[in-house]
Every structure is written in structure tokens, then in C-alpha cells.
């Protein structure tokens, strides 16, 4: 009888609505996926900070939003939130090594962001134009983690096969 192995590679996509539940469900799937890939060390970290990415996405915008997880097969997790909206906010408006003071404790938001500064690995964030009828495409948020355990050593060594 022939194991069967999961793929180190996978992608989970999900289209949410402009909805003010959005961050819940996007929070629920992220727990799925990851904890079905055994992923539990980064679960907490990615779930706070994808549900602070959908949460922008539906304040900042008046259309839907999607949500991509991305496994890269090298110990590391890429989540990309997508919305309506050009506008790319710091911290990710800038390279990753710049970095964004914290927001004073009195203002009313800001948090979010900074936050994913702190926990992710990388970040950035692409504007994605105008489509063929003048209209905003949108940007793309995203971040990436690692996930203790495996080594980029190790990830290229697997990907390598036997020797």
C-alpha cells in the first residue's frame, strides 16, 4: 500500500466579503489550514496578524477582500490580503528594514501595522494599477513567517532528495 505524503508546497485562497465578520472567518480558516498542516508553532502569530490585515481591508475599503496562504516549501508561510484600495499604508509602503515608530497609546488605530513590523519575518505591499477600465486594482498586503523547526538548510536539502 503506497503512503501518501502531503506536498511541503500548498495555497489556500478565500475570497471574503465586505463584511464586518470577514476577520472571523479569515481567522477560522487560518486556523484550519495551519493546524491541518501541523503548523501550530506560527498559528497564534498568523492568525493576529491576518485578522489585522482583513480587519484594514474592511474598514479602509467598501469592496470585498482575499485572503492567500501560501506554504513556500522552505519553511516559511506568505499570507497576502488583497483589497479594492490603492493606498498602501506604512509600514508596508516602504522597504522592511524601515521601520514605523509605534502609535501613542491615546490614538484610536494604528496598531495593526506595527504589529505586523514586530511579528512577521518580512512584509511589503504592491499597488496593482488600474485595470482596463481606469479602475483601481487594489493592492496587496503580505507577510511572511517562519516556522521553528526546519532550517532553510534543511528545506533546500529535502527539496533535493536523496543522495
Same mark, same amino acid.
Given at each position: 500500500?503506497?503512503?501518501?505524503?502531503?506536498?511541503?508546497?500548498?495555497? +489556500?485562497?478565500l475570497? /471574503?466579503?465586505?463584511?464586518?465578520?470577514?476577520?472571523?472567518?479569515?481567522?477560522?480558516?487560518?486556523?484550519a489550514?495551519l493546524?491541518?498542516?501541523?503548523l501550530h #508553532?506560527v &498559528?497564534?502569530?498568523?492568525?493576529?496578524?491576518?485578522? #489585522?490585515?482583513?480587519t484594514?481591508? +474592511?474598514?479602509?475599503?467598501?469592496g470585498?477582500?482575499?485572503?492567500?496562504?501560501?506554504?513556500l516549501? @522552505?519553511?516559511? &508561510?506568505?499570507?497576502?490580503?488583497? @483589497?479594492?484600495?490603492? +493606498?498602501?499604508?506604512?509600514?508596508?509602503?516602504k522597504?522592511?528594514?524601515?521601520?514605523?515608530?509605534?502609535?501613542? #497609546?491615546?490614538?484610536?488605530?494604528?496598531?495593526? &501595522?506595527?504589529?505586523?513590523?514586530?511579528?512577521?519575518?518580512?512584509?511589503?505591499?504592491?499597488?496593482?494599477? @488600474? @485595470?482596463? /477600465?481606469?479602475?483601481g486594482?487594489?493592492?496587496?498586503?503580505?507577510?511572511e513567517?517562519?516556522?521553528?523547526g526546519?532550517?532553510?538548510?534543511?528545506?533546500l /536539502?529535502?527539496?533535493a532528495?536523496?543522495h
Amino acid at each position: 500500500m503506497a503512503t501518501v505524503v502531503p506536498p511541503d508546497t500548498w495555497v +489556500y485562497a478565500l475570497r /471574503l466579503p465586505h463584511d464586518p465578520r470577514a476577520a472571523r472567518v479569515a481567522r477560522m480558516t487560518v486556523r484550519a489550514a495551519l493546524g491541518g498542516h501541523g503548523l501550530h #508553532e506560527v &498559528l497564534d502569530v498568523v492568525e493576529l496578524l491576518t485578522s #489585522e490585515l482583513v480587519t484594514n481591508a +474592511y474598514r479602509h475599503t467598501k469592496g470585498p477582500a482575499s485572503l492567500r496562504l501560501t506554504a513556500l516549501g @522552505d519553511g516559511r &508561510l506568505r499570507v497576502g490580503v488583497w @483589497d479594492s484600495s490603492p +493606498y498602501i499604508p506604512a509600514p508596508f509602503d516602504k522597504p522592511p528594514g524601515d521601520r514605523v515608530r509605534p502609535v501613542c #497609546e491615546n490614538a484610536g488605530g494604528g496598531r495593526g &501595522l506595527f504589529l505586523v513590523q514586530e511579528c512577521a519575518d518580512s512584509w511589503g505591499g504592491w499597488s496593482l494599477g @488600474d @485595470d482596463l /477600465l481606469g479602475r483601481g486594482a487594489g493592492k496587496l498586503l503580505w507577510f511572511e513567517v517562519g516556522w521553528p523547526g526546519i532550517s532553510q538548510a534543511e528545506a533546500l /536539502l529535502s527539496k533535493a532528495g536523496p543522495h
